[in-house]
T-cell receptor
Framework: NAGVMQNPRHLVRRRGQEARLRCSPM?????VYWYRQLPEEGLKFMVY????????ESGMPKERFSAEFPKEGPSILRIQQVVRGDSAAYFC???????????FGNGTRLTVT | AQSVTQLDSQVPVFEEAPVELRCNYS??????LFWYVQYPNQGLQLLLK??????LVKGINGFEAEFNKSQTSFHLRKPSVHISDTAEYFC????????????FGQGTRLTINP
C-alpha cells in the first residue's frame, strides 16, 4: 500500500508564474489536508478537503491560492502569480476517517526566483 | 485558539546519552497531543500521541512522552539516543472534535554526536 504521494518533489517558478502541486492520498483515504512549512518554522494548516468538497480553508491565504480534490484524480493545490514569499515546503496528509491518524507525504519544495 | 511552544530550537547530544525535548501548549479546551519526526527531505512521521488515559505514552523508536495537564506540557524523552535519531522533532496539538487541524510548534533539531 503506497504512502501519500506528492509531486513534484521540487518545483522552481519565476515570480508571476503558476504553481500546481499534486497529492495522491493513500488508498482508501478520503480526507486530505494541506500544510505549509516556511523556512525555520513549523507546519501551518492551510486547507482540509473531502472528495469534491472543501471543508475548512481557514488557513489559506485569501488571494492566489486554491485547492481541489476531485472525484477522480489527485488533490491539487494551485498558487497563481507566485511571489518570493510563497517559497516553502508544502505537505499533504491524508486519513481514512475523520479521526484516523494522518499520514504525511514527503512534500513539494517550491522555490520562487 | 491553540498554540505550541518548543522551548529549544536545537539540542546537541552525544550518542547513547538520554535526551528530553520540551513542549508546552496553550489551549482553553481539551486537546490531543502529538510528536512527529521529520528526517531530512522527508515528510512527517508520527512518533506517538496522547488522546486520553495514562499520561505516559510510549511511541516508536524507543521514545516516550508524558502529558502533564497542570504544567500544560508534553515533553519527549529517550533514555539512550542513536545517530539515526538525528532529525527535526515537532510537537503538535489538535482539538478533540472535528477535523485534524494540527497546530505545530516551531520544531527542535536534535543532533546526535558520536
Amino acid at each position: 500500500n503506497a504512502g501519500v504521494m506528492q509531486n513534484p518533489r521540487h518545483l522552481v517558478r519565476r515570480r508571476g508564474q503558476e504553481a500546481r502541486l499534486r497529492c495522491s492520498p493513500m488508498k482508501g483515504h478520503s480526507h486530505v489536508y494541506w500544510y505549509r512549512q516556511l523556512p525555520e518554522e513549523g507546519l501551518k494548516f492551510m486547507v482540509y478537503l473531502q472528495k469534491e468538497n472543501i471543508i475548512d480553508e481557514s488557513g489559506m491565504p485569501k488571494e492566489r491560492f486554491s485547492a481541489e480534490f476531485p472525484k477522480e484524480g489527485p488533490s491539487i493545490l494551485r498558487i497563481q502569480q507566485v511571489v518570493r514569499g510563497d517559497s516553502a515546503a508544502y505537505f499533504c496528509a491524508s486519513s481514512r476517517e475523520l479521526t484516523s491518524p494522518l499520514h504525511f507525504g514527503n512534500g513539494t519544495r517550491l522555490t520562487v526566483t | 485558539a491553540q498554540s505550541v511552544t518548543q522551548l529549544d530550537s536545537q539540542v546537541p547530544v552525544f550518542e547513547e546519552a538520554p535526551v528530553e525535548l520540551r513542549c508546552n501548549y496553550s489551549s482553553s479546551v481539551s486537546v490531543y497531543l502529538f510528536w512527529y519526526v521529520q528526517y531530512p527531505n522527508q515528510g512527517l512521521q508520527l512518533l506517538l500521541k496522547y488522546l486520553s488515559g495514562s499520561t505516559l505514552v510510549k511511541g516508536i523508536n524507543g521514545f516516550e512522552a508524558e502529558f502533564n495537564k497542570s504544567q500544560t506540557s508534553f515533553h519527549l524523552r529517550k533514555p539512550s539516543v542513536h545517530i539515526s535519531d538525528t532529525a527535526e522533532y515537532f510537537c503538535a496539538v489538535s482539538l478533540t472534535q472535528g477535523a485534524q487541524k494540527l497546530v505545530f510548534g516551531q520544531g527542535t533539531r536534535l543532533t546526535i554526536n558520536p
